[in-house]
């Protein structure tokens, strides 16, 4: 079976609302667990520039933001709808998602 990486920064408050969506969606399961993902918390940096509508911020301002970086294992062929999921879920603009391919054993 192939597995991907997903890693997604988010802000702190939002984490747990896109987490349970991915859930409800079954793809943080790993047998007869389910909610598995880490996260990890940090501070994410960027400046809205014109043409921007920033969920945070303003245009111009360099931002500090605490976040936290989610990350979860899912079947390649259910990236499509995970990545609807986070999108319509997430509250940033331009939410920065991360997709790194698993070793296969």
Do not use: Q, W
């Amino acid at each position: 079976m192939e597995f991907l990486k997903i890693e997604v920064f988010i802000p702190r408050e939002n984490t747990k609302k896109l987490m349970e969506k991915v859930n409800e969606g079954g793809f943080l399961k790993e047998e007869n667990y389910d909610f598995c993902y880490a996260e990890t918390p940090v501070i994410g940096h960027f400046r809205p520039i014109e043409g921007a509508n920033p969920y945070i911020g303003s245009l111009g301002k360099v931002e500090d933001v605490l976040e936290n970086k989610v990350e979860f294992r899912i079947r390649k062929k259910d990236l499509d709808e995970v990545m609807k999921i986070i999108r319509e879920n997430h509250p940033y603009e331009v939410p920065v998602i991360n997709v790194i391919e698993l070793y296969k054993n």
